[in-house]
């Protein structure tokens, strides 16, 4: 058993991309590996998801990827097309991860959640649903954890993978900042795929910027981020109309052709976008935060889940391979910091480039600088 960092015994909290990942990870380096998920159906919300390369290299190494092959997409580069004609504007490559792996592609969220459900059922993994934590002490000698069911359990580290309101930052981290508003929202929608679309596609026309990816080999993946000033809440009867009306901003026939096929089955979602960066550090004791617990980003650069799966990997890999625990998880932040306020950073300033219709040259440069960025090893 792994244990050079005196780690043995090991709580994930969240059961999402992030914290899959992390339970496969930490089962397979030979730690004794509690996951609790408070959903007890285990489900995964939302539309389509977009990934990079550098998402599909986690993929592969957790043994998920061949699979994903058969339900999912894999495209190389992007394209900015004119709202206008569909022309293509500006062809960006996605560059390569290496191991013969895509650029990019894209999956429905749900259908990537129940190939990670698989990958973690088929470890040593102890899943327990429908409940959680109620209270965490942190001790010289462990955490004490006890459970909305009445039981507790001691643990030698907790990570926390919650998400962008996680329960555990607010029992540990009480004094970090909420999550900011960025004064946008994006829509989503599941379409049939349109002819001629065959990598990820996007369009801006004014302050809307609109786009595509393909998610199997019959449907594509809409997206579309309109400016809102304030987080008010849009009836879901209204979500038909409302993105249709939004899609007539674009004279493009690509677009046109995707609003004449939206309908009640188009499983649209709307989201408000907020974004969230805890300072360092991110660990307090024996608790430490991964993914949108620590580092929620909008989805300019769709690369939310891709950070997120990748600091389950290296959170194992530093406890693994460190003396003492604290050294591990010092460790894991300062392989993590950089990249991940990259990620949120960027993915900011181009919302905010969005927001005030601003220099779409500087938005095509920070999209570039960060897709060879997010290719690089981590």
């Not at 792994?2 to 030979?30: D, Y």
């Not at 009445?150 to 998400?163: I, M, P």
């Not at 960025?182 to 996007?202: E, S, T």
Request: proline letters at 6%.
């Amino acid at each position: 058993m792994a244990a050079c960092s005196g780690v043995r015994k090991v709580l994930i909290v969240g059961g999402g991309f992030s914290g899959m990942t992390a339970a496969i990870e930490f089962q397979r380096a030979g730690f004794q590996v509690d996951l609790v998920e408070i959903d007890p159906n285990w489900r995964s919300y939302g539309a389509g998801i977009s990934l990079h390369g550098a998402t599909m290299r986690v993929m592969k190494r957790i043994g998920i990827f061949e699979r994903y092959l058969q339900v999912g997409a894999a495209t190389q580069g992007v394209e900015m097309r004119s709202p206008i004609d569909d022309n293509i504007l500006v062809s960006m490559p996605t560059p390569g991860v290496g191991d013969g792996l895509p650029g990019g592609g894209g999956v429905m969220r749900p259908v990537l959640a129940e190939l990670m459900r698989d990958a973690v059922r088929a470890t040593d993994t102890n899943v327990r649903l429908g409940h959680t934590f109620s209270a965490i002490e942190d001790g010289p000698d462990g955490v004490r954890v006890a459970f909305t069911t009445g039981q507790s359990a001691t643990y030698d580290l907790v990570v926390g993978a919650d998400g962008l309101y996680s329960a555990v930052r607010k029992a540990v981290f009480p004094e970090a900042p909420p999550p900011r508003y960025i004064g946008q929202a994006v829509w989503r929608a599941v379409v049939p795929r349109p002819q001629g679309v065959d990598r990820p596609v996007m369009w801006i026309s004014g302050k809307l910027k609109a786009g595509l990816n393909l998610v199997s080999k019959d449907e594509a993946y809409l997206f579309l981020m309109e400016n809102r000033p304030n987080n008010d809440f849009v009836d879901p009867s209204t979500f038909v109309d409302a993105l249709s009306d939004l899609l007539m901003q674009f004279p493009s026939p690509i677009l046109n052709s995707v609003r004449a096929r939206l309908g009640m089955d188009s499983r649209i979602i709307f989201r408000p976008l907020e974004q969230f960066l805890l300072p360092r550090p991110w660990y307090r004791g024996r608790v430490v935060l991964i993914g949108d617990a620590v580092h929620a980003t909008t989805p300019h650069l769709a690369a939310g889940a891709c950070i997120g799966v990748e600091d389950a990997v290296v959170l194992a890999e530093s406890v693994a391979q460190s003396d003492e625990l604290t050294e591990a998880l010092d460790l894991f932040q300062d392989r993590r910091w950089d990249r991940c306020r990259m990620v949120v950073e960027n993915s900011g300033r181009l919302g905010e480039i969005e927001v005030s219709g601003g220099d779409q040259g500087e938005h095509t440069r920070i999209m570039q600088v960060s897709m060879k960025a997010l290719a690089e090893a981590i």
